[in-house]
């Protein structure tokens, strides 16, 4: 009897340590795949920032010199790296009026007239994150 418990206590213990073993297993990949998914979102936020550069570059460029324009693609160094880049491309939306109907932006409809530009800022980083950006703005201008 006594060496018949001791070989059923030897099989509980490998069954255990086998049962530990496989919860480590487990808890090994799943901490695995947090780490990855925090690194995609790490790039994807390095991409997001980027487009929003690239939106301001472009802003900044239609103050200066209004009218269609492209930069890029152009690094932007965020968090102390520079695995992230922009490119803009800056158009004039073209219509009978920039304005939507029932607005206006002068006392007749000859004084002024608004010119409407659209930018798609593109931010690329690293593991092929890839953000597109809309911002669509306004020059108002002397009638031509």
């Known amino acids: 009897m006594k060496h018949a418990a001791k070989g059923a206590a030897l099989a509980v213990a490998l069954i ?3 049962g530990l073993s496989a919860l480590a297993l487990a ?3 799943a901490a695995v795949t947090a780490l990855a998914l925090a690194g995609y ?3 994807a936020a390095l991409a997001f920032e980027a ?9 900044i460029a239609a103050k200066e010199h209004p009218g269609p ?4 693609p152009k690094p932007h160094r965020v968090g102390g790296t ?3 880049r922009f490119e803009t491309q800056t158009t ?6 920039a304005l939507p109907p029932g607005f206006s932006i002068g006392a007749t409809d000859h004084a002024f007239q608004a010119q409407h ?3 798609l800022s593109d931010g690329h980083a690293t593991r092929n994150a890839r953000v597109r950006l809309e911002q669509g703005f306004y020059v108002v201008v002397p009638h031509q």
């Open 69 to 72: 324009d492209a930069a890029g």
């Open 41 to 43: 979102q790490q790039a």
């Open 27 to 29: 808890a090994a990949a």
């Open 92 to 97: 004039e939306v073209k219509g009978d009026g």
């Open 51 to 59: 487009a929003e550069a690239g939106v301001a570059h472009a802003l």
């Open 117 to 119: 530009y659209l930018i």
């Open 16 to 18: 255990l340590l086998s």
């Open 82 to 84: 520079a695995d992230a």
